[in-house]
């Protein structure tokens, strides 16, 4: 237990770092060495201490002993490093319009009553005759029963394990798990959203992996793979700058892709989409983007004469299956990224518009208005630390409701809008989908006990 200081605030845990973190409002909970005050990150905050902590050149985000710093740059992991074959600087990036991209962005704070009525007016006026209500499809899939049921998994456990497993389940009911194609994590973590897939497709043939996620990430599950029939293969770069149709594996044995993730951070969705559709043809300009394969048609493939390699190469086909992608974060969207642009420019939006929807968002997931300090307190005390990485993996909003309308729109009514607001961005790429020969869908997986961003977004070929 938490040791109480005055004022209310948990002291440090026992054996962990007495450095308070203001932003989180309690105590930092690493690990300590044996007769430290302080960890090595926080080392600075010790006064006794000779040896000096400074940022480190390549990754501000983290510290290095002063006297260390050489030793530190030969291996620190934001060293550079050189360049994969399928990284091709911004190509899911978008186009830059200079005009659009000119627009000052104006916080929500800043605006008047009257401006966040108008743009409110606006987005229902841009939502009429649109579904803004998903299908609810919280399923579930036997492969995940053993460890739902394992009382070892704690509560933080279970509600992603319960994710996982409705994932999969709405994946089976596409007929999207199954053998002979490519699973692609985008923002894939520690990849175990894959390793469920895996554990579903056991006595599945020709089943590949390829995840993708920009940062080095401890505790991977991947590596539980190794001596199994499926191909785990780790792709450590930004979707932004990822050529799929570069990869090896993709280029030699021509499989199927279905795209998968887990909360898919903001503007992530959007490039993954990207990375996905826009790149199909190597010419571009002959034929619609990329090849569509329904998973049906796969054995009258199967028993199609052999495409030499060399042809694969000069098509560059890249054949999408299906997407089952949770989405969240859409506070932090970006117009260039976006791949919704041309359904607001059909409504009569536009990147200013879309700021401000996006910052506008966060507030379907901020209602902890609601929520007393003593709870959130008490929250804050009994997240472990392996939670905290995973929630920093997504970023809360800045954004803050302004006075002006927090004292005339409840906390349900804010809330309610800021649904609205994401609806609108994923009708956008539902209508991006939809144009390039999908069926596209946004369904409810989980309930909002579990994760207030609950949506998942399904796309199969028509």
């Not at 940062?215 to 770069?237: E, I, M, Y």
């Not at 990375?275 to 199609?304: V, Y």
């Not at 609601?370 to 005390?381: I, T």
Request: hydrophobic share 35%.
């Amino acid at each position: 237990m938490a040791e109480t200081v005055s004022g209310g605030v948990a002291g440090p845990l026992p054996g962990r770092c007495a450095f308070y973190v203001v932003k989180k409002k309690r105590y930092c909970k690493m690990v300590v060495g044996r007769g430290k005050t302080f960890c090595g990150e926080h080392a600075n905050a010790d006064k006794e201490s000779e040896r000096k902590r400074i940022p480190c050149p390549l990754d501000p985000k983290h510290t290095v002993f002063e006297d260390s710093l050489a030793k530190h740059l030969k291996k620190c992991n934001s060293k550079e490093k050189p360049k994969p074959v399928y990284y091709v600087k911004d190509i899911n990036a978008g186009s830059i319009n200079e005009e659009e991209d000119a627009v000052d962005e104006v916080s929500i704070t800043d605006r008047t009553r009257e401006e966040l009525d108008d743009l409110i007016g606006r987005m229902k006026t841009a939502l009429q005759g649109l579904s803004i209500k998903p299908v609810s499809g919280i399923l579930s899939h036997p492969a995940l029963n053993e460890a739902l049921n394992d009382p070892k998994n704690g509560n933080f456990a279970f509600k992603h394990l319960k994710q996982q497993a409705s994932i999969l389940g709405n994946m089976e009911a596409l007929e999207l798990l199954g053998p002979h194609r490519c699973y692609v994590e985008f923002g894939a973590g520690k990849g175990k959203l894959s390793h469920w897939i895996h554990v579903a497709l056991q006595k599945a043939e020709d089943v590949h992996f390829l995840l993708v996620e920009r940062s080095s990430t401890r505790f991977k599950v991947d590596g539980k793979h190794k001596n199994t029939d499926s191909a785990f293969d780790r792709l450590q770069v930004d979707i932004q700058h990822l050529d799929l149709r570069k990869v090896p594996i993709l280029r030699e044995k021509g499989l199927p892709v279905i795209a998968v993730g887990k909360h898919l951070c903001g503007a992530a969705t959007d490039l993954a989409l990207r990375c996905l559709f826009e790149h199909g043809l190597k010419d571009e300009n002959s034929q619609p983007p990329t090849k569509r394969i329904k998973l049906s048609e796969r054995a009258e493939e199967e028993a199609a004469p052999d495409i030499p390699a060399e042809d694969k190469e000069i098509r560059g086909e890249l054949a999408v299956s299906g997407v089952a992608i949770a989405l969240c974060c859409h506070h932090r969207c970006d117009w260039r990224h976006y791949v919704g642009k041309e359904f607001f420019r059909e409504r009569g939006l536009g990147p200013r518009e879309f700021a401000a929807f996006q910052r506008m968002s966060s507030w379907a997931t901020c209602g902890m208005s609601r929520v007393s300090h003593a709870q959130k307190k008490s929250l804050q005390e009994n997240v472990s630390i392996t939670e905290e990485e995973e929630q920093a993996e997504h970023e809360e909003s800045d954004e803050t409701v302004p006075d002006n309308l927090n004292s005339a729109v409840s906390a349900e009514e804010r809330e309610h809008i800021g649904r609205l607001c994401k609806m609108l961005i994923d009708h956008g790429r539902l209508h991006y989908l939809q144009q390039r020969g999908f069926k596209s869908n946004l369904r409810y997986y989980t309930g909002r006990d579990v994760s207030l961003e609950n949506v998942l977004l399904t796309a199969v070929p028509v």
